[in-house]
């Protein structure tokens, strides 16, 4: 039975669509990462499966409870790490825990315990008793994830882990949740603008654009689609039509003076490729990426830089209004 | 309801209070200040029915200094919900009514704290405590307060943005101040005057506490406890369908 399941989940706000007939079905153990730009439709679908948010229409399960029907036992099933930092800068970080253990209704003898394991999984026990408007960025979503835990949830979910990282906390942040996986056997749904985030994660991904999931497979699926790998040749004369013969060869496109050329495994066909071709000025190779992949779907870049772009943040807060 | 997840809602707002010390320091400085400059300052040349002013005011600037506090105290939901402290706590299996109980809590606590050392200060002014007025006092401080604290976290649940924060002190907080017979005699009052103080439930609690500490007395006990009661459990009430309508 899948852990995670949606039953054409919807979600408008006035009259736009955030979230639209959304079917997707998710199994215990996986990782399964929702890679979109800003304002697709991602956290309001993590809000919804997390029953903070009711939707439109349609339904889903979470651990086998609807998130319509048995909300407060979907609540007890899962974790959940926002966006924005959600820990009190006020209280240390063991302050934090020990409070959710609370919340939890963990019995007394369990709070200390657990609240000890949760800290060490994230390694910030010798910092435990320092408030945390003392931690850094990274710390701080470390703490989130231990306070997520506490009750040993079935499901994490993390809307946009890394947002607002620096690349090594970002780094630091993927073995975390790796280990999670592995060592506590949960399934995570994730969020994630950053391509290479999906990537290094999910073993599925689904990618969202306005609402609607453009495809969902394998990250090395979806990167097969594109055709493989990407040769940029500059060179005076080009025998265009016998490149495009060479078995390996998927696509051959001449922009100006250059020379695109998509292949099967490059480690391999590259050799032969440049010796077929004879003399040639310069060459670039580039790794097929998600963002290929986004492009073919969608037509669009997925905007990396879309951190702090204060127009999608104001289209969402006022969407978030209505 | 989970009495631990409303003891632990309680004991965040109890942890992150004695850190604040501004926090603290500015709700018990200036109704002290209050009472040394406007009391004494009116008190100089003015006394009501043989109290001198300073007295007069003093249960007034009391009721003022926890009215100021459990109203910021509740209103201040709206900074929770902006960043997603709240959404965390609204996303775990405890119900609204307690994380909202567990709220309350939280305010009536901070107004006994602060009404305790405004009382202490009574003395200097002359003010006569007996052990039956003590507790009878911290009772009235604890209803008035609960439903003070249940006002703001309404006020809280609906802000949508932190903008609109010092409108509460113009459009709340001064209104039911004013109009709560904290400054003057409720006797010979333009009609308008009177009928806008003897509306505000905020009158009776004044009227209350002047009883309890200088012996003056407006309306009947029973009215002032029954319009207590009923303030504090309708504002609770009111309270408690607004946090579970709120928008996470």
Redesign the interface.
């Known amino acids: 039975m899948p852990v995670i399941e949606t039953c054409g989940l919807t979600k408008n706000y006035g009259k736009i669509t955030a979230v639209d007939d959304l079917r997707i079905s998710i199994e215990e153990g996986e990782i399964f990462g929702l890679l979109g730009p800003n304002g697709a439709g991602k956290t309001t679908i993590i809000?919804m499966l997390?029953?903070?948010?009711e939707p439109t229409s349609g339904t889903a399960t979470v651990n086998g409870f609807d998130i319509k029907k048995q909300p407060?036992r979907v609540?007890?099933s899962?974790g959940?790490i926002?966006?924005?930092?959600?820990?009190?800068e006020?209280?240390t970080g063991y302050?934090n825990i020990k409070?959710?253990a609370?919340?939890?209704?963990l019995p007394k003898n369990q709070i200390q315990t657990r609240s000890a394991e949760a800290l060490k999984l994230v390694e910030l026990t010798d910092r435990k008793d320092d408030?945390v408007k003392h931690y850094s960025g990274g710390m701080r979503r470390r703490l989130?994830i231990a306070?997520s835990l506490i009750h040993r949830p079935k499901v994490l979910f993390l809307d946009e882990p890394t947002l607002g990282l620096d690349p090594r906390g970002r780094e630091n942040m993927w073995n975390y949740i790796l280990k999670l996986v592995k060592e506590l056997k949960m399934t995570v749904f994730l969020t994630t603008h950053y391509m290479e985030e999906a990537d290094t994660l999910a073993n599925r991904i689904g990618i969202i654009d306005r609402g609607k999931i453009a495809i969902l497979d394998s990250p090395k699926a979806l990167k097969r689609i594109v055709g493989g790998d990407l040769v940029t040749i500059k060179a005076k004369a080009l025998k265009i039509e016998e490149i495009r013969k060479l078995s390996y060869v998927t696509d051959v496109t001449q922009e100006n003076n250059e020379t695109k050329i998509i292949i099967e495994n490059v480690s391999e066909n590259l050799q032969h490729l440049l010796t077929a071709l004879g003399k040639i000025d310069s060459v670039q190779v580039r790794n097929t990426t998600l963002n290929d992949v986004f492009l073919r779907f969608t037509g669009r870049q997925i905007q990396e830089e879309g951190e702090s772009n204060w127009f999608d943040k104001i289209v969402q807060e006022s969407t978030?209004?209505a | 309801m989970n009495l631990s997840g409303v003891y632990a809602i309680w004991l965040r707002e109890m942890l992150t209070f004695f850190r604040e010390k501004p926090r603290i320091v500015s709700a018990v400085i200036n109704p002290i200040f209050w009472l040394l400059t406007f009391g004494v300052g009116l008190g100089a040349t003015v006394n009501i029915a043989g109290v001198n002013y300073e007295q007069y005011i003093f249960p007034g600037i009391l009721m003022q200094t926890f009215l100021f506090s459990s109203i910021f105290y509740g209103a201040y939901l709206v900074w929770d919900r902006r960043i997603d402290l709240l959404k965390a706590v609204l996303v775990t299996p405890l119900n609204r009514s307690s994380i909202f109980l567990g709220k309350v809590l939280g305010g009536v606590t901070f107004s006994l704290i602060e009404a305790a050392i405004i009382l202490a200060f009574g003395v200097v002014i002359n003010i006569n405590y007996t052990l039956t007025s003590i507790p009878l006092i911290l009772i009235t401080v604890i209803i008035a307060a609960a439903g003070l604290t249940a006002v703001g976290l309404i006020i809280g649940s609906l802000m949508t943005s932190p903008e609109g924060f010092q409108l509460i002190t113009t459009f709340v907080i001064f209104p039911l101040f004013f109009l709560s017979g904290a400054l003057f005699p409720l006797n010979n009052l333009p009609s308008y005057l009177t009928t806008l103080t003897i509306t505000n439930p905020l009158t009776y609690i004044v009227d209350s506490l002047r009883s309890l500490l200088v012996g003056m007395q407006y309306f009947g006990t029973l009215e002032n406890v029954l319009v207590m009661v009923s303030f504090a459990a309708v504002a609770n009430f009111i309270g408690i369908l607004a946090f579970r309508r709120m928008r996470a």
């Open positions: 809000k997390a029953t903070l948010l407060a609540r007890e899962i959940i926002f966006q924005e930092p959600s820990s009190d006020l209280l302050e409070l959710y609370m919340i939890y209704g408030l989130e306070r978030e209004k």
